[in-house]
């Protein structure tokens, strides 16, 4: 592998006329030398510029060639550099002994053949290349080990891209950058080789993706990279597609050419691509359980005379389980059904059990029975039929006509009646459901003209740095101002008070009397 | 609110005295170790049916929703096995959110 361009040795050696004799010998096998006339230079030079190998005299007038040697590999910037050790005298075996277990690769005595002295550089190259290339290997691998752990754990799109194109950046040495398609849109990350990630919008190029992997080079400036790639050079793109009916993953590095190095490459995209399809199919599930949590709550607001009605209900981010919020509102005979709950735990289960409840709800409404007595049978249907399942429920009947409330609370949060401006908690203590707990009488309020109750879950006001009733009066501070559109007072207070992405559900019902 | 990657810190405690059981709970409970909640205090109640338990709160400096319903079930796994089952010394953030869901007299009679 002498052909290889540029194989740069140093000689060192105190006598000029032997430094002149090696350097001929081996410029003439194909190599480029340079020369150091003792111990210390040959160090310091080592340390300016790498070597692919290093010729040393064994004896030097300021240090031994053998200690030379042993600080050349005991250094980690220079350990894998291969020393021949070369021998004016008649050396015994120990000597020679001596010098390979100090770490030199070969030991040659003069009188060196010049052919001997080729070959045995030759042969020492080989190894030292045959090694560097498996380390390089090796260290290829486990950088790619790596990065497709980070990218596995990641827990959205926006970190899985970053971890992509930080690990790609490490790997290759490049700048490097991934995009694919994510939850809300084409998305490109862009990693260079400090380590910095910017992720953007993308806009994929028109031509299509072959399914399977694929590289190819050209020119940066055709992929409308953002800025901060150096949209001169030459560009490698690997792609991953797995199915033509799935989004492809681009994998953007600077130009990769070298053999071990693109093997790499479509490595890394198709293990990209699999962890991008597994965030995709995740991100899918989690769609279907909340359009499914969606579907067992209200399609529709009733329409009630002189009564205004707004609610929200925020999903909890696509990183944290859904839970069990729900609310109800529905006409019975004269009177406004109002109720607001939240079942214990967060999953598709927890979902299905507030199902349960709600329907159970509106059939003990329709046979007439009051708040209190409906929130017991609940009670009692969960101890029996849903043991093991809690959950807090504040329900109220209203007469739109004359403002008169009627509500029992299980363990919720109590509702805030704001009139004028005036905010007060409506308490009304009883434990949360499942327990099957005695029960206080009702109570009984009016809310006046123009008045508004707010009834909410803690996914609202629920924040570890603060007590719930701290969150309470925060809530209540911004609550008292009620808006005319009651739509906007609503998304109002989930802006004012919650810090999107929601760690948890939040359901906000708002009843006005005009 | 990262609570999926890094779950709250809690410990518990459990001593023999002559005529009941004490769980003494650190920390903070939540969906995250739910589980640990419920097999340290039913194991306690298993351990010796029928002997009161009492659990000291002292230490819990949070509690939400998942928790209380652990605490609930443990209440109602000793009542069946004939024991009684009762905090003591909540107080602060995990006082009020046990009153707000009106649970605390409950919870601490001793039922």
Redesign the interface.
């Known amino acids: 592998m002498t052909d290889l361009p540029a194989t740069t040795i140093l000689v060192v050696d105190d006598r000029a006329p032997k430094r002149y004799l090696l350097k001929n010998w081996l410029t003439r096998a194909g190599f480029t030398v340079h020369e150091a006339v003792d111990g210390h230079d040959a160090l310091e030079k080592v340390q300016q510029r790498p070597y692919d190998m290093i010729v040393l005299d064994i004896k030097l007038p300021d240090m031994s060639g053998l200690e030379v040697c042993q600080r050349i590999k005991a250094d980690p910037a220079t350990t894998s550099t291969p020393v021949v050790h070369v021998s004016a005298h008649a050396v015994d075996a120990a000597d020679r002994t001596l010098g390979l277990v100090g770490g030199a690769d070969a030991y040659l005595v003069e009188p060196i053949d010049p052919h001997e002295l080729v070959a045995t550089v030759q042969a020492v190259l080989r190894y030292y290349q045959a090694r560097r290339k498996a380390e390089r290997l090796a260290d290829g691998l486990a950088g790619l080990a790596e990065t497709t752990l980070a990218v596995t754990m990641a827990r959205d799109f926006t970190e899985l891209l970053g971890q992509a194109a930080a690990g790609a950046a490490r790997l290759f040495g490049t700048p490097a950058a991934v995009a694919t398609e994510a939850d809300t849109g084409w998305a490109l990350a862009l990693a260079d080789t400090s380590g910095d990630v910017t992720v953007t919008g993308w806009e994929p190029p028109a031509e299509d993706v072959p399914v399977g992997s694929y590289r190819l080079t050209g020119r940066a400036a055709h992929w409308q990279l953002p800025a901060g790639w150096a949209d001169t050079g030459s560009v490698t793109v690997t792609t991953a597609r797995f199915r033509a009916a799935r989004p492809s993953l681009y994998l953007f590095t600077g130009e990769v050419a070298d053999e071990d190095h693109t093997g790499l490459l479509t490595q890394l995209s198709q293990a990209l691509g699999a962890a991008a399809e597994a965030q995709r199919a995740q991100d899918q599930d989690h769609q279907i359980a909340i359009m499914l949590q969606r579907s067992l709550l209200p399609r529709h607001l009733p329409t009630v005379d002189r009564i205004g009605l707004a609610v929200r209900y925020e999903p909890a981010s696509p990183q944290a389980e859904i839970g069990g919020d729900f609310y109800e509102l529905s006409v019975l005979d004269d009177k406004l059904l109002i109720a607001i709950g939240d079942v214990v735990g967060h999953s598709l289960h927890a979902a299905t059990v507030m199902a349960e409840i709600r329907h159970a709800l509106r059939a003990y409404a329709i046979e007439g029975h009051t708040p209190g007595r409906i929130v017991s049978l609940i009670d009692e249907l969960m101890v029996r039929l849903l043991p093991g399942e809690m959950a807090t429920l504040c329900l109220l009947t209203l007469d739109p006509r004359t403002g008169h409330a009627r509500l029992a609370n299980a363990g919720h949060l109590p509702p805030l009646l704001i009139v004028d401006g005036k905010v007060s908690e409506i308490w009304h203590r009883a434990p949360l459901l499942g327990i099957n707990h005695p029960r206080s009488e009702d109570l009984e309020f009016v809310i006046p003209e123009g008045g508004t109750l707010l009834l909410y879950t803690d996914g609202l006001i629920e924040r570890r740095d603060i007590t719930v009733r701290d969150g309470i009066a925060d809530l209540s501070r911004i609550a008292g101002t009620v808006d005319d559109d009651l739509d906007v007072y609503c998304d109002r207070l989930l802006q004012q008070l919650t810090n999107p992405p929601h760690a948890d559900d939040v359901a906000v019902v708002a009843v006005r009397r005009l | 609110?990262d609570?999926?990657?890094n779950p709250p810190q809690a410990t518990h405690e459990v001593e023999v005295l002559d005529n009941s059981v004490r769980i003494t709970l650190a920390g903070?409970f939540d969906?995250a170790n739910e589980q640990a909640l419920t097999s340290w205090l039913v194991d306690a109640i298993k351990a010796d049916p029928g002997r009161p338990v009492e659990v000291d709160m002292h230490d819990v400096g949070?509690i939400?929703?998942?928790g209380?319903?652990v605490l609930?079930?443990a209440h109602?796994v000793a009542a069946q096995h004939g024991g009684t089952f009762r905090l003591t010394r909540a107080s602060?953030?995990v006082r009020?959110?046990l009153?707000?869901?009106?649970?605390y007299d409950?919870l601490t009679a001793g039922g």
């Open positions: 609110m609570r999926a990657t903070e969906l949070f939400d929703s998942s209380i319903r609930l079930q109602a602060g953030a009020e959110v009153e707000i869901v009106a649970v409950h």
